[in-house]
């Protein structure tokens, strides 16, 4: 049971390139959500899926998009990254509500040069 | 707007000694969670209290929660080296299926 597992771990790109961030989870948890943090301050909410085929906006969407592919697995996509894109992506997942605990991946470290 | 807010931003006391962080917030919530992150990990959940619940005990972790004065406490008794790291306070409102976070405290124990 690896709980929430996320790829790649580092990745450095330069500004205007894309990527993909890959986010599973083995819980079988209906609820995942993408956050970013930046030094000195919390996590901030980028998107989330209630549940498989539905995504919402978080706080700080702007710059990304998301796939919920199955219930397993959420996506987060960087279309053209912008230095103001560099921080630690976190991914997590819930049994349900928002409300419920909330379960982390390790984090993936992104610098947009 | 940021909901949670936590105080001190850093704390350094001996092994042994304990451990208070606070945590405010500014609009009505569902429950408040607390969560700690060593360097360079995620996150990982200590405890969750309801709104309606005022303490709450797990292990060497005591939480309260305060509503009328939009606040919460973490308490950790007999501090060990292990509990290195930052904390987390996490609010879920009761609409709009948002969670906030606020900007942690970094707690380092010395042994």
């Given amino acids: 049971n690896a709980g929430v597992t996320q790829t790649p771990k580092f990745q450095v790109l330069k500004t205007g390139q894309s990527m993909t961030l890959q986010c599973a989870q083995d ?3 209906n609820s995942m959500y993408w956050y970013r943090q930046d030094p000195g301050m ?4 980028i998107y989330y899926s209630a549940s498989e085929g539905t995504t919402d906006k978080g706080e700080v969407p702007n710059g990304y998009n998301v796939s919920r592919l199955n219930k397993r697995e959420f996506s987060l996509r960087l279309e053209s990254a912008a230095p103001s894109q560099t921080s630690v992506y976190f991914c997590a997942s819930s049994v349900g509500h928002h409300t419920d605990t909330q379960y982390f991946g390790p984090g993936t470290r992104l610098t947009v040069l | 707007s940021q909901q949670g807010e936590e105080d001190p931003q850093a704390l350094s006391i001996q092994e042994g000694e304990n451990a208070t962080m606070n945590c405010s917030y500014k609009t009505s919530i569902n429950n ?10 995620g996150l990982v959940h200590l ?23 939009k606040s919460s406490s973490l308490l950790i008794t007999a501090s060990r080296a292990a509990d290195t790291a930052s904390y987390f306070c996490a609010t879920a409102l009761f609409t709009g299926n948002q969670f906030y976070f606020g900007t942690g405290t970094s707690l380092t124990v010395i042994p």
């Fill in chain 2, 47 to 69: 405890i969750l209290i309801r709104s309606n619940e005022r303490e709450k005990h797990s292990g060497r972790l005591r939480v309260t929660l305060d509503t009328s004065k």
């Fill in chain 1, 27 to 29: 819980m079988n948890h």
């Fill in chain 1, 42 to 45: 919390g996590l901030r909410l």
């Fill in chain 2, 32 to 41: 408040l969670q607390w969560y700690r992150q060593n360097s360079g990990r």
